[in-house]
């Protein structure tokens, strides 16, 4: 059954996804910030059962990390939108990662929440490489160069392809990372095809929530008016 929330493959995505092996046993890395402002610069959001969907038809997906700054407390309803969310994707089968947020003082003097999961994310890549000898490729959905030495760690044993986009302005892609990686993906071509129907009132596949999950103007969406309940997330550390 075709749903708003269904992934079509066609002819076009199977050009854009060429680069993924078939049975390649695949991990595939999110770093939420970087991969958003990525997704605002194009003007569009994910629809992330569409991506998994996508993943899963391309190749052997093994697991999906996707790395978060734990919600600040500082604004509740914020933070409780976050929440419902990310509950959302652990219960649509992606391993949300937490990092504590953490505040520092900017150049004025200013308390700014740190906001990066670089160090959190390639722990975890590596250790999982190098702690399952069956996956032979990593999918990392980031355009930032601080993960360029963690792909040339990796390359020995599992081909890296990198997802992000060097189309808008501001790029959110280093040159160096998409030089490095052994494939690259380009986060505008995949729009019309995983965009995120906001209009969509159900969220069909694995999830019993009964309302779509709206974007918030900022950050993550926010599953808004859930009829049922979905199971709690769970801080997942990096071992």
């Given at each position: 059954?075709?749903?708003?929330?269904?992934?079509?493959?066609?002819?076009?995505?199977?050009?854009?996804?060429?680069?993924?092996?078939?049975?390649?046993?695949?991990?595939?890395?999110?770093?939420?910030?970087?991969?958003?402002?990525?997704?605002?610069?194009?003007?569009?959001?994910?629809?992330?059962i569409k991506l998994r969907q996508a993943f899963e038809h391309y190749t052997d997906i093994s697991s999906l990390n996707y790395f978060v700054v734990s919600p600040s407390s500082e604004n509740r309803r914020d933070a409780s939108s976050q929440q419902k969310f990310y509950e959302w994707m652990e219960f649509n089968e992606y391993r949300v990662h937490y990092k504590p947020s953490s505040l520092r003082s900017d150049d004025d003097g200013v308390s700014v929440n740190k906001t990066n999961v670089d160090s959190e994310l390639i722990t975890e890549a590596m250790r999982l490489v190098f702690s399952d000898r069956s996956i032979s490729q990593i999918i990392l959905m980031s355009g930032d160069g601080d993960y360029i030495s963690?792909?040339?760690?990796?390359?020995?044993?599992?081909?890296?392809?990198?997802?992000?986009?060097?189309?808008?302005?501001?790029?959110?892609?280093?040159?160096?990372?998409?030089?490095?990686?052994d494939c690259f993906i380009d986060?505008?071509?995949?729009?019309?095809?995983?965009?995120?129907?906001?209009?969509?009132?159900?969220?069909?596949?694995?999830?019993?929530?009964?309302?779509?999950?709206?974007?918030?103007t900022e950050i993550a969406p926010a599953i808004i008016g859930a009829e049922n309940t979905v199971p709690a997330a769970t801080s997942i550390g990096a071992g």
């Open positions: 059954m075709l749903t708003q929330h269904t992934f079509v493959p066609n002819e076009q995505t199977d050009i854009i996804f060429r680069g993924l092996r078939k049975n390649a046993r695949t991990a595939v890395f999110i770093d939420e910030a970087n991969i958003r402002n990525t997704e605002r610069a194009l003007r569009f959001n994910l629809d992330f963690m792909i040339a760690a990796l390359q020995p044993l599992a081909r890296c392809i990198v997802i992000s986009s060097e189309k808008p302005a501001p790029v959110h892609l280093s040159r160096g990372l998409k030089k490095k990686c986060l505008a071509d995949m729009k019309p095809y995983l965009a995120h129907n906001r209009k969509a009132r159900n969220l069909e596949g694995k999830t019993d929530v009964a309302s779509a999950a709206e974007h918030t």
